[in-house]
């Protein structure tokens, strides 16, 4: 990864304002990128103070600045990985090797001329994917797709817009970053388009998990940032119950909406879509962003990039959808 950590001791240079070393005006607080670097990792700190690491890419041969997505990572986590002890839950990363998804999708990016943006949510917090003991309360709190990974969406939406790149030029057109998620990050999309206006000030924010009432643990949502959110959004196969935080969508009690448009792909033989169904339908009664919404008969949960016909196919519209957007 070219440059990799020659960005990061940038950033510590350019966020500290060293005296001896005075910088243009228009690179006072901004995040410096050498030029030429074609990937990079920072890290930054989160909601819970945890420092979580977040891979950028950004295309050669391209004219800055350039629209942007931030891709997050499903349950299988943001890295190559491996099970080194064949109990079927990894516990070894390939240390800031993107695993074969979200390279894929990095590719794909690259050639839109797209800059693309993968954070970190789970390796900093403990674990290497959401599995065994991490799907269910204390642990999943700590990852909550609802509560968490939309403050780490954020996070990496400000760094790309305070990029630079060494010569002073603007790396990323600041209004025009999406949002793209897989499964458990597909709900973390959800959580970080929601319309926090829907909330009344004194409302008490919970999570319900097998008949237990969970409050104390539970973060009210991200807000939206000054500069403003992200254009749109894209979410494959959610987990769109949220364990009523929002209120239940399947019984007309959610406040659900969002404040951009996006896109939705649901399997057919998935067990979340029914739940993905009631809140889309929240959505349209609640007045939130257009959705727009695709179905695939025969295909089941994590069908991305299995190179098959549905998988082609949404991705083709997944770029559409997103190139309209970003233009």
Known sequence: MKSSFLALLVLVLVLSCEKDSPEPSNLA????????????????????????????????????????????????????DEDTDND??????????????????????????IISAFPDSYSSRGTIENEGPWKNPPLQFKISA????????????????KMVWSDGTEMVKPNKVALLGFSHGA????????????????RVWSQNY???????????????????GFVAGVMYYPGSFH??????????TSIYR??????????????????????????????????????YEGTDHGFDGNNSTASNVARQRTLTFLKSKLQ
């Open 29 to 80: 607080n901004r995040i410096v990128i050498p030029n030429g670097t074609k990937d990079t990792v920072l890290f930054a700190k989160s909601i819970d103070d945890k420092v979580i690491p977040i891979f950028f890419s950004f295309p050669e041969h391209a004219t800055y600045p350039l629209p942007g997505t931030v891709v997050l990572h499903g349950s299988g986590g943001n890295w190559k």
């Open 88 to 113: 079927g839950i990894a516990d070894k990363i390939n240390e800031w090797q993107l695993s074969t998804q979200n390279q894929q999708w990095n590719d794909i990016f690259h050639r839109e001329l």
């Open 146 to 161: 609802t509560f968490i990974r939309n403050y780490d969406a954020y996070l990496t939406l400000d760094l790309l817009r």
């Open 187 to 202: 709900t973390a999309v959800q959580s970080t388009l929601f319309d926090t206006q829907a909330a009344n000030d004194n």
């Open 210 to 228: 097998n008949g237990v009432q969970y409050t104390d643990e539970i973060k009210a949502p991200a807000p939206l940032p000054v500069a403003g």
């Open 243 to 252: 364990n009523s935080y929002y209120g239940n969508p399947c019984s007309g």
């Open 258 to 295: 969002t404040y951009a448009d996006f896109m939705i792909h649901l399997p057919s033989d998935d067990g979340l879509t029914d739940n993905s169904l009631c809140m889309l339908e929240t959505v349209q009664n609640n007045n939130g962003g257009n959705p727009v919404i695709h179905h």
